[in-house]
């Protein structure tokens, strides 16, 4: 299970951007683009089964097929602010959901503060609400401009970078069309993959449509990879050395929500006059006096799907009933809106008392499950919890950011599927913050590697209260599904019963937070040198 996460040299290369910029642009082969030929009405018909009956319809398939777009960024607004870089140029991004929305974000919040301009595209309608909440205030500015992705055809895409006119192309960590890299490249617009990553599963995909992929490879600028393994898969689907730089994780990078400055500013600012910020430690305590829950402990399963709400509900039953841990409160936080009536019911199924917090049911002494059927809103309840359990990881899903939690002092428990991420577990994991069953790096926190900030012991040392805790990478055999819930509680119990030592898990992880925080102006250099470089080679 755990993966390589050595540092590499990701300095960048002037001459090799130079000379990626004379590239010809490689066309996908005949039966991709006669397929996606066949496949555009058929997506058409799918979209209007998913959305004919919600707001907006119209709206997503004129954007999706390129009848209508919003208007592009205003150059005016930019010029209205103080910095010297204004009116720098478009730039679109990609990000196909919530989840690589939030890794991306502050990059872009980076990207905007040096002068470029935004055009979000969103895939999921879930990835393209939470762009609207997450930039509404730039949206409004007019320093940004928001839509869904066109799909993969050549008019279409020409409609939309007509109107766009981007100066670069970014799309974040996996998903990359064919004939838009192809445009793209024919149009001599930069392309750039962002905290790119590739698993082994999606690389044995890829190479299954071996031409289109070499032919998407060919046409990025640059691919700045999350780790050398991944870099190692680029290369083998085509991509050249001189095009990829490995960077780290955007993962890392902490995106603190709006919302939950808001949150903190009405209940310690305005109720106590306080003239500066909390610390973590004292934001968990004035929010969980004004939700009528301070004094009791309290765990969230964050970012749930279909089957791990089951998983959480089943350890929460026998959390309560540990006479030390009977007041125990869960907080689920399900990770797609359509699915929090379908939760609801699944929990008044299993006879524990819930209050939902779409309906503003209070929290009363009684209350053993929390609803959080809410949107913009997880930060604060990783900030509340004592044990954040992160979903996506207990089913197939590949596994959702452990950073957030970690970054506001929260320790992590997540489950065996965690390949979209790994690396970011297992550094987690080495100091303590992140428990995962049968993840060899793990090690528990203790006060002298949290005062020094150093890594917790030798990452072939095992916690000893998890017996089966081996390498999935090696030969031994991994541990059942059941036996993973088993060492789950175990932790949850550990952390829970003994709140000094999440404390110290949580200090760990935020601390490791930190650290990685380089990343950002890291990538963030290595994509301005690119636009920079085309732009030059444009003119000269």
């Not at 954040?388 to 929260?410: C, F, K, Q, W």
């Not at 036996?483 to 935020?510: M, N, P, R």
Request: a neutral charge.
């Amino acid at each position: 299970m755990p993966s390589s996460h050595t540092p590499s040299d990701c300095s960048s290369k002037s001459s090799d951007i130079e000379s990626l910029s004379s590239r010809t642009f490689s066309a996908p082969p005949f039966y991709y683009q006669f397929g996606i030929g066949l496949l555009k009405p058929l997506y058409r018909v799918q979209v209007w089964r998913r959305s004919h009956k919600r707001d907006y319809y119209q709206r997503e398939v004129e954007q999706r097929f390129g009848k209508n777009y919003p208007a592009r960024p205003s150059v005016d607004s930019m010029l209205d602010t103080n910095s010297p870089y204004a009116n720098k140029g478009v730039i679109w991004c990609h990000a196909v959901s919530l989840g690589e929305t939030n890794t991306v974000a502050p990059l872009l919040d980076a990207l905007l503060a040096d002068g470029y301009q935004i055009w979000l595209t969103n895939t999921t309608q879930t990835g393209f609400a939470r762009g609207a909440s997450r930039f509404a205030d730039e949206i409004d500015q007019g320093r940004m401009s928001h839509s869904y992705v066109p799909v993969d055809s050549p008019s279409v895409i020409e409609k939309f970078l007509a109107h766009v006119q981007p100066v670069a192309a970014l799309f974040v960590e996996t998903e990359l069309w064919a004939n838009i890299l192809t445009k793209l490249s024919e149009h001599r617009i930069p392309s750039v993959l962002v905290n790119g990553r590739l698993s082994a599963s999606s690389f044995k995909s890829y190479q299954k449509i071996a031409a289109v992929s070499a032919s998407m490879m060919k046409n990025l600028t640059l691919i700045i990879a999350q780790d050398n393994e991944s870099a190692k898969r680029f290369r083998q689907l085509g991509a050249h050395s001189a095009q990829i730089r490995v960077a780290g994780s955007l993962k890392w990078v902490i995106n603190t929500p709006k919302a939950m400055d808001e949150i903190v500013d009405e209940v310690v600012h305005i109720e106590h006059g306080n003239t500066q910020k909390p610390d973590i430690t004292n934001q968990q305590t004035e929010l969980a006096k004004k939700l009528g829950i301070a004094g009791r402990k309290i765990w969230v399963a964050a970012s749930t799907h279909s089957g791990e709400e089951e998983t959480a509900l089943a350890l929460h039953k026998q959390l309560l009933s540990n006479s030390t841990l009977a007041d125990t409160l869960l907080i689920i936080v399900p990770r797609h809106p359509e699915r929090f009536d379908e939760v609801a019911e699944l929990i008044q199924n299993t006879a524990l008392k819930m209050a939902r917090r779409s309906t503003e049911e209070t929290i009363d002494a009684d209350t053993q499950v929390y609803l959080a059927d809410s949107m913009g809103e997880l930060m604060t309840w990783y900030t509340l919890a004592d044990v954040a359990l992160v979903g996506g990881s207990l089913v197939d899903i590949g596994g959702h950011n452990p950073v957030e939690p970690a970054s506001v002092a929260t320790p992590v428990i997540m489950g065996r599927y965690t390949q979209s991420c790994q690396n970011v577990v297992d550094k987690l994991s080495e100091v303590g913050a992140l428990y995962q069953p049968n993840n060899a790096f793990y090690h528990p926190a203790t006060k002298k590697n949290v005062a020094t900030g150093g890594v917790v012991g030798n990452s072939k040392q095992i916690d000893v209260h998890n017996t089966s805790n081996v390498n999935k990478n090696s030969s031994r055999k991994p541990s059942s599904k059941d036996e993973d819930s088993t060492l789950i509680y175990q932790q949850l119990v550990s952390w829970l019963d003994h709140l000094e030592l999440a404390k110290l898990a949580g200090q760990a992880g935020a601390q490791m937070t930190k650290q990685q925080q380089a990343v950002l102006p890291r990538q963030l250099t290595m994509i301005t040198e690119v636009i920079e470089k085309h732009s030059s080679s444009k003119t000269s």
